[in-house]
């Protein structure tokens, strides 16, 4: 998954261009081009999902542990500055999610989870670097969006799960 933005996204989100380029990505290299309010990003059928289900286990795990805090996680994303030191106390201080961490190579030390913030998510849009800072660019509400269908529809299996009792 790679997500667009600045001067790209405005030009692919116009309306005259969105079919444009939704054939141009799908013919010329597979992808198939996303277009939402905020956002674009490319899926590609070839590519291994492992990347973007680490970067959403980051995320809900970091939105867990800001709404422990008491803050509104979604609040939080959309407008705070993150440094490392911040992100590795929270995965430090997190037992609920202790095992998930450990087993998913991408976040179980510091200077993992330093290389998925600065290589993979930079590279993707994810975040923005500004100097030892980083933020959170609009593209994480996919997978807000992702994580969201997933609780939907566990709630959905669980409710017919009910009544089928």
Request: proline letters at 1%; zero cysteines.
């Amino acid at each position: 998954m790679y997500f667009i933005s600045g001067k790209l996204f405005k030009t692919i989100s116009e309306l005259e261009n969105k079919e444009f380029y939704t054939d141009f990505f799908q013919e010329s290299f597979g992808y198939e081009l996303i277009v939402e309010t905020e956002y674009i990003y490319l899926i590609s059928k070839n590519t291994d999902e492992k990347t973007s289900r680490d970067i959403m286990t980051f995320i809900s795990i970091l939105s867990y542990e800001i709404d422990k805090e008491g803050k509104n996680f979604i609040d939080e994303l959309n407008s705070s500055f993150f440094n490392l030191e911040r992100i590795n106390q929270y995965f430090k201080n997190s037992h609920s999610w202790n095992e998930i961490i450990k087993e998913n190579k991408q976040i179980s030390s510091p200077e993992s989870r330093k290389s998925l913030i600065y290589n993979t998510m930079l590279k993707r849009n994810i975040i923005e670097k500004m100097g030892d800072n980083f933020h959170f660019t609009k593209a994480h509400k996919v997978f807000l969006g992702f994580a969201l269908e997933l609780i939907n529809k566990e709630n959905e299996e669980e409710s017919t799960y009910h009544q089928q009792r």
